[in-house]
């Protein structure tokens, strides 16, 4: 069994850091079952991937896309435009079932911030007032 060595890999991926982030990915897809290319031979994942890529039985391209779509966190949307929900759908049917859900506590009762009503002050909510001095 030969040992494969950075130099017969940095002529397939000529970048070093490149070559780390494409075999790493390499082997983490054999570790979820990913099939092999080459015979293990006893070796461990890291090895088997840059074994794999030394010999191009691996695309390396399909695994730096691979790489890259693993690292994103935004995704791109299909162009279908029946599936886009509008942001006012279904506006009635909330403030039905907030109204309703208002009704519970304490009837109809409006919640709506006027600006005519007097607010409620610390006296107010502690319970407190001057004339229980």
Known sequence: MARVT???????????????????QRARRIGTGAVLTLDRDNDKNPVVALREIAENTVEVEALKEDLISSHQRVFPMDDDK????????????????VAEANAGFGGSEDFSDDDDDEEAGIEDIAGYSKEDE
């Open 6 to 24: 950075v130099e017969d890999c940095v002529l397939k991926v000529p970048n070093r850091f490149e070559l780390v982030m494409v075999a790493a």
């Open 82 to 97: 029946d599936d886009v929900i509008e942001d006012m759908q279904g506006e009635e049917e909330w403030s039905a079932l």
